[in-house]
Nanobody, 128 residues
Framework: QVQLVESGGGSVQVGGSLRLSCAASGDIYRGYCMGWFRQAPGKEREGIAGIYSIGGRTYVADSVKERFTVSQDKDKNTLYLQMNNLDPEDTALYYC?????????????????????WGQGTQVTVSS
């Protein structure tokens, strides 16, 4: 079992930046595939970024890779999503999620249906 708590969302204007955090607790000494996801009103949840908890190779969706960066601080058991040059299209509820896995399984941005543990989400609103 792992518990995930997101923070760092808020309201920003076009071109602004936010850094989302996801604090993990529980069974965290195992290897986990971690990911950031978002869901805008009326749209399906989509994967944005992925990272393996041991080793830390990162993956970011093509749609945001020029602006978003995923990272982790293992000492703090925290996952981050740095979002720059935000656009109103980025307005969504952002989630982090995890699934216990081997490193080979965590290759690429994970699919929402494959993740087992979810945080409650943090809202990001970008206004023009």
């Amino acid at each position: 079992q792992v518990q995930l708590v997101e923070s760092g969302g808020g309201s920003v204007q076009v071109g602004g930046s936010l850094r989302l955090s996801c604090a993990a607790s529980g069974d965290i000494y195992r290897g986990y595939c971690m990911g950031w996801f978002r869901q805008a009103p009326g749209k399906e949840r989509e994967g944005i970024a992925g990272i393996y908890s041991i080793g830390g190779r990162t993956y970011v969706a093509d749609s945001v890779k020029e602006r978003f960066t995923v990272s982790q601080d293992k000492d703090k058991n925290t996952l981050y999503l740095q979002m720059n040059n935000l656009d109103p299209e980025d307005t969504a509820l952002y989630y982090c999620a995890a699934r216990a896995s081997a490193a080979w399984w965590c290759s690429g941005v994970p699919l929402p249906r494959n993740m087992n543990y979810w945080g409650q989400g943090t809202q990001v609103t970008v206004s023009s």
